[in-house]
């Protein structure tokens, strides 16, 4: 691939690791040759890094693809998926989960991106549904949503959540952010 090619979204080798580009910028000085600015991000750190291509540069791309996976359980080896197409299971080392175990829920539906094979990372939905184990009890009178208190999610995850939350509420929490995003209300 060549440097002209490179746009936001795009993976890339550099120093044998996939890099997702972030942000490209062409310059083109008044005095000579034009080159290309670029921000990146490594796929297995998450370290980003500023790099200067000049224009017409050859550059390898990432064989990273996603896949639609569903996540059914964990032991003592890591997290087990299963491929939504092929129905193979495969267990992710509990490294590459990471943090998103606090809001993996058995049959929760996910994006695993693997490299060269193997996985390097899994995106969760923007927000899922969970129950609260424990939090303080709510004080009837209690409404101001502006003071937070911390609660115990099904995972063991902490979240902060509004005063008036109790006990048993289902919630919905914002997997990037890990913050409280409203009750939910049964029907």
Known sequence: M???????????????APWLVLHVDFVKPGKGAAFYKIRTQNMLTGNTLEKTLRSGEKIVTADVT????QYLYSDHNGYVF??????????????????????????????????????IG??????????????????KGDTQSRVMKPAKLQ?????QVPIFVAQGDRITVNTQTREYVGRVIAK
């Open 2 to 16: 060549d440097t002209s090619e490179l746009k936001n979204g795009v993976k890339v080798i550099f120093d044998n």
């Open 122 to 139: 899994i995106r969760l939905p923007n927000s899922v549904i969970m129950d609260i184990v424990y939090t303080e009890p709510a004080v």
């Open 155 to 159: 995972t063991g995850a902490e979240v």
């Open 82 to 119: 299963m491929d939504k197409t092929t129905y193979d299971q495969l267990t992710v080392p509990t490294k590459v989960v990471g943090e998103q175990k606090d809001f993996l829920l058995e049959n929760m539906d996910v994006v695993m991106t693997t490299w060269n094979g193997e996985a």
């Open 66 to 69: 996603d896949v639609d996976m």
